[in-house]
C-alpha cells in the first residue's frame, strides 16, 4: 500500500470527524450544497450525501457527487473496508465515510444523520451494526495512492 494512500485516507476520516456535533441534519433532497470547508462558512444544515461530497471536495478537491444516487456508483466497489470508503445503508439511499473501528472493535462510520431516540440529527460516529443492511462500500482512494472517482 502506497504510503499517500493511507494519508488521503486519514484527512478525510480527520476531516469528517472535525465536524462532529457541528452541522444539524436537514434532508433537503438534493437542495443543500457541496462545499468547501476550508472557504466557506460552516453551513447550518446539510443531508448525509451533501456531508460527504463536501469532505472530499475539501480533502481532495474532488467532486463525488451531491447525491446517493451519483455516489454508490463512485469509485471501485469492495467487499471490506478501508478508512475514507464510503458506506452505503438501507436501499442505499444513506452515505457516510468508513472510519475505522472503535474502543469494542465495532466498525464505525461518520455521518450526517437525523435525529434518533438517543442521538441528535447531526454529523456523528455510528456503529455499522446499528446502521441496518450494507448496500455497499466504495473506494475512492485506492491502494497505489491513486483517485478513481
Known amino acids: ?4 494512500s493511507d494519508a488521503k485516507r486519514k484527512a478525510i476520516v480527520n476531516q469528517a470527524t472535525k465536524w462532529i456535533g457541528q452541522i444539524e441534519y436537514l434532508l433537503e433532497n438534493g437542495t443543500s450544497t457541496t462545499i468547501n470547508f476550508n472557504t466557506s462558512p460552516k453551513p ?8 460527504t461530497s463536501s ?5 481532495l478537491n474532488i467532486n463525488i457527487g451531491r447525491s446517493t444516487g451519483v455516489q454508490i456508483e ?11 470508503d464510503l458506506v452505503f445503508t438501507g ?10 473501528k472503535d474502543a469494542a472493535g465495532d466498525d464505525i462510520m461518520v455521518h450526517e444523520g437525523p435525529k434518533t431516540s438517543n442521538s441528535e440529527g447531526n454529523v456523528k460516529i455510528t456503529k455499522l451494526k446499528y446502521m441496518g443492511t450494507i448496500a455497499g462500500v466504495r473506494r475512492i482512494i485506492q491502494d497505489d495512492g491513486s483517485i478513481v472517482n
Open 55 to 59: 469532505v472530499f471536495l475539501t480533502e
Open 91 to 100: 436501499n442505499g439511499g444513506h452515505v457516510g465515510i468508513y472510519a475505522g
Open 1 to 4: 500500500m502506497d504510503p499517500s
Open 74 to 84: 463512485r469509485g471501485k466497489v469492495v467487499s471490506d473496508y478501508q478508512l475514507g
Open 44 to 51: 447550518s444544515v446539510m443531508d448525509c450525501s451533501a456531508f
